[in-house]
């Protein structure tokens, strides 16, 4: 049957919620990884938080008047990310993964996105080979961290609540690490209260939208990103991501009774700058 690729609604949180669990829960029983999502109500929450939020954009496939999966594109910066991806158990291996990632690469195009990025599940061979025919390039193996918070300062480098008017410092700081800055996601964490940063010497050294799986870092030195991660209350979500080849840090988190739960893998297109500092990446990106 025909498949066809409409914009989401809020109407779809419902359906799309459900097949969003499915998919994940699905492909990670299948290798023995815990799921992303605990339970549907979450993975709903999840998505009705992304439609109703402004530089999102979302996809549904429909076949036969049945979504069959959804697709989401986050734009409130000039490099945009993708995900989540998810495909219903029984309607994937299709094509509509494929047309669901040519339609929010489309719309990169459409917006002159220099670089559009995502990460993905590094036991899930299918995802991998379908981003690489796309024209996705490989940039960095992650470590997804999990565990009891640490909860500790760690010398010389203090943490703090960020204030609107750091947002300035902290751009810089991003492109100095990634040479392009997240300042709209990191606005809008700003806004909820969920950034903190470092501040050595009267300036700002690093910063964390939070530990948590869709929260990113930067740092001037792998003991900025040390420093954010010791100062979380909790790490969400399935965890935070770590470049496992910055084996300082992987060796500092190991020491402090944190596990790796899955590996995952960070790809791009287009643009990309490889880091000169310290970091740790979203889900997205």
Partial sequence: MPVSIREVSADDVPECGHICYNAFAAIAEAHNFV??????EVAMRLLGALIGSPGVYGVVAEQDGRIVGSNFLHEQDAVTGVGPITIGPTSQNHGFGARLMRAVLERAAAKSSPSVRL???GYH??????????GFEVREHLSCFQGSPIRRSLAGHPVRAAAE???EACNALCMHVHGAHRGGGLQAAMKQGAVRVV???GRITGYATGITF???????STDDVKALIAAADAFGGPGFLVPSRNGELMRWCLANRLRVTQPMTLMS????SDPSGAWLPSVLY
């Fill in 125 to 134: 061979c299918r995802s991998l080979s379908l981003y690489s025919k796309l």
């Fill in 269 to 272: 297109m287009g643009l990309y």
């Fill in 165 to 167: 008017a750091d947002l």
């Fill in 199 to 201: 501040e050595r010497g």
């Fill in 119 to 121: 990460v993905q599940a």
């Fill in 214 to 220: 869709f929260g990113h870092a930067v740092g001037e």
């Fill in 35 to 40: 799921p992303d999502f605990p339970n549907v």
